[in-house]
Nanobody, 125 residues
Framework: DVQLVESGGGSVRAGGSLRLSCAAS????????MGWFRQAPGKEREGVAA????????YYADSVKDRLTISQDNAENTVYLQMNSLKPEDTAMYYC???????????????????WGQGTQVTVS
């Protein structure tokens, strides 16, 4: 089974940057769509970005598209989330998720994904 491991979270001041990484244990066609989600205490999990690795197509939530960039490193089976100009409201646990294909209509739905990592905490003060 595919394992996803996130890293790169931490505590930063407002206006700072972080780069999150999501490493997959192996490449398979079942993880061509890689997404990043976040969940703050008391709130629902929300999709912030996704990448359709076979098509190099990216998707972003409107609230973050000017500050976050998702990218891939196929050689390392890794997807990154570069986060700039961080705000306190970006504070959340960030999760990586994967499934076989992306859709512009459903990429942001948590229940659409088959594989999940354990999460990495981002705190912005």
């Amino acid at each position: 089974d595919v394992q996803l491991v996130e890293s790169g979270g931490g505590s930063v001041r407002a206006g700072g940057s972080l780069r999150l990484s999501c490493a997959a244990s192996a490449y398979t066609a079942s993880i061509n769509c890689m997404g990043w989600f976040r969940q703050a205490p008391g709130k629902e999990r929300e999709g912030v970005a996704a990448i359709y690795t076979d098509h190099q197509t990216t998707y972003y939530a409107d609230s973050v598209k000017d500050r976050l960039t998702i990218s891939q490193d196929n050689a390392e089976n890794t997807v990154y989330l570069q986060m700039n100009s961080l705000k306190p409201e970006d504070t959340a646990m960030y999760y990586c998720a994967a499934r076989a294909s992306c859709s512009s209509v459903t990429w942001w739905r948590p229940n659409w994904y088959n594989y999940w990592g354990q999460g990495t905490q981002v705190t912005v003060s």
